[in-house]
């Protein structure tokens, strides 16, 4: 029994004898409802906290941060032993990590930073068992952690799910990203409407941000909406020449050219730089993300101090938002010889405002897109820990099914969409009984209606993921035959929706062909006569012909991934 933290990053163990001078009971725990008025920290956690019990199915303990005081105790699971506690939640506080605090005899508390995007100084936990716990098991370690009696301590812990601690771990962090992304997005529409409320200080002004508007979309890269807006600007600004140049992503708050290794560099009318000679003006006026336009007429470019002969007017703006910045937009040289103000200043810097928010939008939905690959992973891993001797067969599924589907000349994004489907459409297996899952023989037929569940089991378990919500139609319905035979729901034909008849086809292929505790796997010959002689019967006749069509990509897809998998366990 010991301090255990673990994230991420490593495993690291601080042996320590537990002090018991501090207990809690239960009913000296608070409830969120009944403190939501004297605790606004722990209202704050409520999006998180119901998070977290969708996720995980059990209600989590609230932690204030910096001292480590319990701000409200679980009514479903122990909170565990307080004073062992405190020094460590605040350890997670300090790194921001979720991690693993405590563990003993099987059991242990998992703890998850709030993240400061959404509220400060506070640290939820639970407690989980990671194996399989026996009527005469002792658990005197662990019964100490929970501060619970030992009778007590083992009713509870084998009325409890037993999970993976990887799983835990990844579905920890993929929950908090989640909350991170979703209270970013907030942030972000509040700025863009901050920015929107500001758009009238002139004519020009407004009409060329409203064509920005018009123009600018998440698809479209940095170079076409630099390009666009040097040339938008050409028709508003009586300046000669214009650039825009794009730092490469960098860390938070870095915005210096040396740190960028090839920037994205737009520019129009009379230009007097190249990339080069930019960064080395963006250098020499040492602008900073927080920085205010910034411009230079003829009593500064006039000056035997000033390194740039060929200019004589310039603005320069920032690309940014937050504390990023993105790049730099400029403005060279005064048509009429004139100097530059504050009108074409504040032209600028909403149209910098603008391209920073586009870009920092493009950034989030980099990141929620990462987010949303990442539950997939977590879910997939879960599949694979759920019964290894089926690993890998969400992945071979989500590949065959992606080729059959281009043979059947689909649109880009529903190959997209049935890729992730075939990866997700065992997800409902989580909730197998593993007896059933792993039995080497054959099942009977209760075990064969309980396994029949997983479709509908899956299609629950993703349901509230609205990132995910096109594969649902295969997660559910692709054990259904094209004769109506199949379940959950009996459809037939055209009822079932295409991209659960495409993922169909691939299952049953790679079902066939894979070895199970009870069989080795079909041969190729085999299977293609099963395939011909289910056609129009048991699966859908194009896809089945457009496997065939397919087939020695489907093979060579087969046979990659055996090879990949061995060179991963060797």
């Not at 998850?112 to 100084?121: A, I, L, R």
């Amino acid at each position: 029994m010991g301090y255990v933290f673990e994230s991420a990053h490593g495993v690291h163990f601080l042996r320590a004898a537990l002090a018991f001078s501090k207990t809690t009971k239960a009913n000296d725990l608070l409830s969120l409802e009944s403190t939501t008025e004297v605790l606004p920290t722990a209202t704050k956690c409520c999006d998180l906290l119901r998070d977290l019990d969708h996720y995980f199915a059990v209600e989590f303990s609230v932690w204030e941060g910096m001292s480590g005081n319990l701000i409200h105790g679980s009514k479903s699971q122990p909170v565990g032993d307080q004073l062992a506690m405190e020094d460590l939640v605040v350890a997670v506080q300090e790194r921001q990590e979720a991690g693993f605090i405590l563990e003993g005899d099987g059991v242990l508390s998992l703890a998850v930073p709030v993240p400061s995007e959404v509220d400060t100084n506070t640290v939820v936990t639970a407690w989980f068992v990671t194996r399989e716990i026996d009527a005469d098991d002792s658990l005197g370690d662990a019964s100490a952690l929970l501060a619970m009696a030992m009778e007590d301590t083992l009713e509870w812990a084998r009325g409890q799910e037993v999970w993976s601690p990887q799983t835990l771990l990844r579905l920890a962090e993929a929950v908090s990203g989640k909350r991170i992304a979703e209270a970013t997005a907030k942030r972000y529409a509040r700025d863009v409407e901050e920015v929107s409320e500001n758009l009238a200080t002139t004519y020009e002004e407004i009409s060329l941000l409203h064509t920005v508007t018009q123009n600018l979309r998440i698809s479209s890269t940095e170079g076409e909406i630099g390009h666009m807006a040097t040339e938008w600007l050409s028709e508003c600004v009586p300046a000669e020449g214009f650039v825009v140049q794009y730092l490469p992503a960098t860390d938070e708050g870095e915005a210096s050219f040396r740190n960028a290794k090839s920037p994205e560099f737009c520019s129009a009318g009379d230009c007097q730089f190249d990339r080069h000679e930019f960064t080395k003006l963006i250098d020499y006026t040492d602008l900073k993300r927080d920085s205010k336009p910034y411009i230079a007429n003829a009593s500064v470019t006039g000056g035997d101090a000033w390194p740039f002969p060929r200019i004589r007017q310039v603005i320069i703006v920032p690309l940014s938002e937050g504390n990023n910045v993105f790049g730099w937009l400029a403005a060279f040289n005064h048509r009429e010889g004139l100097e530059f103000g504050t009108i074409e200043a504040q032209l600028l810097n909403s149209l910098g405002a603008l391209l920073g928010i586009h870009s920092s939008n493009r950034q989030l939905y980099r990141e929620q897109a990462e987010f949303v690959a990442n539950v997939v992973r977590a879910l997939v891993s879960a599949i694979d820990a759920k019964d290894p001797y089926t690993s890998g067969h969400s992945d071979r599924v989500a590949r065959i099914s992606a080729r059959i589907a281009l043979e059947m000349r689909c649109k880009p994004k529903t190959v997209n969409t049935i890729y992730m489907a075939g990866l997700l459409h065992d997800v409902g297996k989580i909730g197998i009984d593993d007896s059933v899952l792993r039995k080497a023989g054959r099942l009977t037929d209760l075990e064969f209606e309980h396994i029949k569940m997983h479709p509908e089991m899956g299609y629950r378990i993703l349901a509230d993921l609205k990132q995910l919500s096109d594969v649902l139609p295969a997660v559910l319905h692709h054990h259904e035959q094209w004769n109506g035979g199949g379940y959950p729901h009996g459809l037939k034909a055209e009822e079932t929706p295409l991209i659960a008849r495409i993922v169909a086809v691939a299952d049953s292929y790679d079902a066939m062909t894979s070895d199970r505790p009870y069989r080795k796997g079909m041969c190729d010959e085999r299977v293609d006569q099963i395939l011909r002689e289910g056609a129009g019967d048991q699966w859908d006749s194009d896809a089945v012909k457009a496997y065939f069509d397919a087939k020695d990509d489907i093979v060579t897809i087969t046979k990659r991934e055996h090879i990949e998998l061995m060179e991963h366990w060797v």
